[in-house]
C-alpha cells in the first residue's frame, strides 16, 4: 500500500523559504510511470497545483510559481522535497504531496498545514 | 484552463442520483479530466481519471463521462461518504487545473 507523509515546519516567516519533505513508503520512487507532485489547497485560491518531478530530476512547474519553486527527489531515501521562496501570507495553505500518473493525482499524503506569518 | 463545476452545492438524500458537471474554458485533450472526492478533514481521493475510467477500488455507482469542454460526474445511489467535496481537474494542459468544487449536502 503506497503512502505518502509531509513533513516541515508548520510556521515560516514572510519573506523566508518553505521547506517540505515528501517521504514515500510501500512503492518505487524510481517508478517509470509516475511523478512526484505538490498540489496546495487555500481557502481563497481552492486547489492550486504547484509542481511535479520525475525520479530522474526532470521537473516541471506552476507558471505563477515557478521563480519561486524549487522540487527536488531522493530516491535513495525515498522523498521529495518542495522549496518556496519568499512566502507572503498569500502561500498560507495545506500542502500535499502526491503521486502524479500522468496527470491524474492517484495517491495523495494527509497535508500539512503551513502558516506564514510573524 | 480555468474549469467551472455546477452547481456549486446540491443538497440530496442518500439513495439518490447525483449529477454533477464541469465545464473548461478550452476543449481538454484526449479527455484529460479526473474528479475527487474530498471528506471532511481529508485529502481528496481520485474517482476518475481520463474523464470516465474508475479508479482501482472505486465503486461502480461512480461514472464519467463527457469530452471537449463538458464533463459530468454521476453518482447512481448516494452513499453517506459521499456527502463531501467533488472537485474536477484537467491535466491536458500545463498548469494542471482544478475546479472550484461541489458540494453535496445531506437533505
Known sequence: ?118 | VVLTQSPGSLSLSPGERATLTCRASQNVSSSYLAWYRQKPGQAPSLLIYGASTRATGIPDRFSGSGSGTDFTLTISRLEPEDFAVFYCQQYGYSPYTFGQGTTLEIK
Open chain 1, 1 to 118: 500500500q503506497l503512502q505518502l507523509q509531509e513533513s516541515g515546519p508548520g510556521l515560516v516567516k514572510p519573506s523566508e523559504t518553505l521547506s517540505l519533505t515528501c517521504s514515500v513508503s510501500g512503492g518505487f520512487i524510481s517508478s517509470s510511470s509516475h511523478y512526484w507532485g505538490w498540489i496546495r489547497q487555500s481557502p481563497g485560491k481552492g486547489l492550486e497545483w504547484i509542481g511535479s518531478i520525475y525520479y530522474s530530476g526532470i521537473t516541471y512547474y506552476n507558471p505563477s510559481l515557478k521563480s519561486r519553486v524549487t522540487i527536488s527527489v531522493d530516491t535513495s531515501r525515498k522523498q521529495f522535497s518542495l522549496r518556496l521562496s519568499s512566502v507572503t501570507a498569500a502561500d498560507t495553505a495545506v500542502y500535499y504531496c502526491v503521486r502524479d500518473t500522468f496527470g491524474a493525482c492517484d495517491h495523495w499524503g494527509q497535508g500539512t498545514r503551513v502558516s506564514v506569518s510573524s
